[in-house]
């Protein structure tokens, strides 16, 4: 079974530009949660959808913004870049979301801002 | 690329040592705990998880343990490997919650 994918792996972007960020999930997988990681504040929850809802959302600006496809793969965008945008955003999937079944992580995509 | 690892705590281990990775949880309503493990470049491994209910969940060389009344949950991982050098993450949550992450310990283990 493929694992979780996210595509482009690598992205340098200028302030100012804004970027959309795609991520695949496992064969079977409803629930997809997107994740900005960054050194200084570690793993920091963006939001979760399901079934093609936004469900669960964290305490990003609204220059963030996802959406998810009748197939289940999530797009998120980023408007309006800032230089504090850089980071790893990881996308996770898993059947149901929430606890009940295990998140899988795709490899991330590595966003530069410049 | 650039590192996870940075600004976090390290335990530094020689291999064949057994290691213990430690982690303050937050929510006391929180039932679900998971360790994962991510190295250079990649997104974080499932690596064993635990339900409020138990206190200690083994593994293959892994064993979880949990604290309920300190919100106190631990890594123990049995004779420590180079190819467990990492950074790894607790996380906690329950029933639809989202997961919330700890800040991670850098685990480097040396031959």
């Known amino acids: 079974k493929a694992g979780v994918t996210q595509t482009p792996r690598y992205l340098i972007k200028t302030r100012g530009q804004q970027v959309t960020l795609s991520c695949s999930p496992i064969?079977?997988?409803?629930?997809v949660s997107w994740y900005q990681q960054t050194p200084g504040q570690g793993l920091q929850f963006l939001f979760e959808?399901?079934?093609?809802?936004?469900?669960n959302k964290g305490n990003f600006p609204g220059r963030f913004s996802g959406r998810q496809f009748s197939n289940s793969r999530s797009e998120m965008n980023v408007s309006t870049l800032e230089l504090g945008d850089s980071a790893l955003y990881l996308c996770?999937?898993?059947?149901?979301?929430?606890?009940?079944?295990?998140?899988?992580f795709g490899p991330g995509t590595r966003l530069t801002v410049t | 690329g650039e590192s996870v690892g940075l600004h976090l705590p390290t335990l530094s281990v020689q291999e064949g040592d057994n290691s213990i990775i430690n982690c303050a949880y937050s929510?006391?309503?929180?039932?679900?705990f998971i360790w994962y493990k991510q190295e250079s470049g990649k997104g974080p491994q499932f690596i064993i998880d635990?339900?409020?209910?138990?206190d200690k969940r083994q593994g293959q060389r892994v064993t979880v343990l949990l604290n309920k009344t300190v919100k106190h949950l631990s890594l123990q991982i049995a004779a420590t490997q180079p190819g467990d050098s990492a950074v790894y993450f607790c996380?906690?949550?329950?029933?639809?919650?989202?997961?919330?992450f700890g800040k991670g310990t850098m685990l480097l283990v040396s031959p």
């Open positions: 959808y399901f079934s093609e809802t936004q469900r």
């Open positions: 064969s079977g997988h409803r629930s």
């Open positions: 929510n006391s309503a929180s039932d679900y």
């Open positions: 996770a999937s898993s059947r149901e979301g929430g606890t009940i079944y295990e998140q899988y």
């Open positions: 996380a906690e949550g329950s029933g639809y919650s989202t997961l919330t």
């Open positions: 635990i339900r409020s209910n138990m």
